[in-house]
Protein backbone atom coordinates (compact mmCIF):
# COMPACT_ATOMS: atom_id res chain seq x y z
CA UNK A 1 0.00 0.00 0.00
CA UNK A 2 1.56 3.44 -0.97
CA UNK A 3 -0.77 6.81 -0.20
CA UNK A 4 1.04 10.01 -0.75
CA UNK A 5 -0.08 13.57 -1.52
CA UNK A 6 1.33 16.69 -3.38
CA UNK A 7 0.09 20.13 -4.21
CA UNK A 8 0.09 21.11 -8.01
CA UNK A 9 -2.41 23.36 -10.39
CA UNK A 10 -4.22 24.58 -7.11
CA UNK A 11 -5.64 21.35 -5.30
CA UNK A 12 -4.08 18.68 -3.42
CA UNK A 13 -3.72 15.48 -4.95
CA UNK A 14 -3.80 11.91 -3.30
CA UNK A 15 -2.49 9.19 -5.21
CA UNK A 16 -3.41 5.77 -3.53
CA UNK A 17 -1.39 2.58 -4.95
CA UNK A 18 -2.02 -0.80 -4.03
CA UNK A 19 -4.01 -2.35 -1.09
CA UNK A 20 -5.20 -0.31 1.50
CA UNK A 21 -6.74 0.21 4.79
CA UNK A 22 -8.99 3.68 5.70
CA UNK A 23 -6.86 4.47 8.88
CA UNK A 24 -3.99 4.90 6.59
CA UNK A 25 -5.77 7.12 4.52
CA UNK A 26 -7.11 9.07 7.28
CA UNK A 27 -3.69 9.90 8.73
CA UNK A 28 -2.34 10.88 5.45
CA UNK A 29 -5.23 13.09 5.29
CA UNK A 30 -4.86 15.04 8.25
CA UNK A 31 -1.19 14.85 7.57
CA UNK A 32 -1.60 17.01 4.53
CA UNK A 33 -4.30 19.33 5.99
CA UNK A 34 -1.50 20.42 8.37
CA UNK A 35 0.83 20.97 5.39
CA UNK A 36 1.72 24.68 4.96
CA UNK A 37 1.35 24.60 1.48
CA UNK A 38 -2.59 23.55 2.11
CA UNK A 39 -4.83 26.56 1.83
CA UNK A 40 -8.54 26.79 2.71
CA UNK A 41 -10.80 26.72 -0.20
CA UNK A 42 -8.35 24.10 -1.97
CA UNK A 43 -10.16 21.47 -4.42
CA UNK A 44 -8.91 17.86 -3.81
CA UNK A 45 -7.50 14.94 -6.43
CA UNK A 46 -7.54 11.22 -5.04
CA UNK A 47 -6.43 8.92 -7.87
CA UNK A 48 -6.64 5.28 -6.68
CA UNK A 49 -6.03 4.23 -10.67
CA UNK A 50 -3.20 2.22 -9.40
CA UNK A 51 -5.04 0.30 -6.50
CA UNK A 52 -6.89 -3.05 -6.59
CA UNK A 53 -8.41 -3.15 -2.87
CA UNK A 54 -11.96 -4.05 -2.63
CA UNK A 55 -13.90 -1.41 -0.60
CA UNK A 56 -17.70 -2.02 0.76
CA UNK A 57 -20.20 0.42 1.53
CA UNK A 58 -19.83 0.74 4.65
CA UNK A 59 -16.39 2.27 4.64
CA UNK A 60 -17.86 4.51 2.04
CA UNK A 61 -20.36 5.71 4.43
CA UNK A 62 -17.02 6.38 7.30
CA UNK A 63 -15.32 8.43 4.54
CA UNK A 64 -18.41 10.49 4.53
CA UNK A 65 -18.36 10.65 8.50
CA UNK A 66 -14.60 11.40 7.68
CA UNK A 67 -14.96 14.13 5.51
CA UNK A 68 -17.99 15.91 6.69
CA UNK A 69 -16.18 16.16 10.43
CA UNK A 70 -13.57 18.18 8.53
CA UNK A 71 -13.97 21.97 7.95
CA UNK A 72 -11.39 22.09 5.39
CA UNK A 73 -13.42 19.90 2.54
CA UNK A 74 -16.59 22.53 3.26
CA UNK A 75 -17.41 23.59 -0.10
CA UNK A 76 -14.51 22.55 -1.95
CA UNK A 77 -15.02 20.05 -4.52
CA UNK A 78 -13.19 16.36 -4.85
CA UNK A 79 -12.12 14.46 -7.82
CA UNK A 80 -12.31 10.84 -7.59
CA UNK A 81 -10.45 8.96 -10.47
CA UNK A 82 -11.05 5.28 -10.81
CA UNK A 83 -11.16 3.10 -13.78
CA UNK A 84 -12.53 -0.18 -11.85
CA UNK A 85 -16.66 -0.32 -11.27
CA UNK A 86 -17.23 -1.03 -7.90
CA UNK A 87 -15.09 1.71 -6.84
CA UNK A 88 -16.62 4.12 -9.13
CA UNK A 89 -20.38 3.13 -7.96
CA UNK A 90 -19.16 3.46 -4.22
CA UNK A 91 -17.53 6.98 -4.97
CA UNK A 92 -21.16 8.33 -7.26
CA UNK A 93 -22.74 7.29 -3.37
CA UNK A 94 -20.26 8.35 -1.66
CA UNK A 95 -21.02 12.43 -3.09
CA UNK A 96 -25.11 12.10 -2.74
CA UNK A 97 -24.20 11.59 1.08
CA UNK A 98 -21.27 14.91 0.93
CA UNK A 99 -23.58 16.93 -1.36
CA UNK A 100 -25.81 17.71 2.73
CA UNK A 101 -22.07 18.89 3.74
CA UNK A 102 -21.89 21.22 1.12
CA UNK A 103 -18.44 18.56 -0.31
CA UNK A 104 -19.06 18.02 -4.08
CA UNK A 105 -17.89 15.19 -5.18
CA UNK A 106 -17.42 13.83 -8.15
CA UNK A 107 -16.07 10.43 -10.38
CA UNK A 108 -13.57 10.31 -13.12
CA UNK A 109 -12.13 7.47 -15.29
CA UNK A 110 -9.78 9.77 -16.80
CA UNK A 111 -7.34 11.58 -14.75
CA UNK A 112 -7.59 14.87 -17.64
CA UNK A 113 -11.29 15.45 -17.35
CA UNK A 114 -10.97 15.46 -13.23
CA UNK A 115 -8.20 18.02 -12.89
CA UNK A 116 -10.08 20.24 -15.78
CA UNK A 117 -13.23 19.64 -13.56
CA UNK A 118 -11.00 21.68 -10.59
CA UNK A 119 -9.78 24.33 -12.06
CA UNK A 120 -13.22 25.05 -13.13
CA UNK A 121 -14.04 27.63 -10.58
Known sequence: ??????????????????????????????QSLKDNRFKYGMNFLIDVTQS?????????????????????FKGSKIAVVTPRPVPYGLARMTSVYLEEFEIYLEVF????????????K
Open 1 to 30: MSISYSFADGFLKYEVSGDYVFQEVYSVIN
Open 109 to 120: RDLAEAEQWLKN
Open 52 to 72: EAKRTTEEAYEFVDFLSLKYE
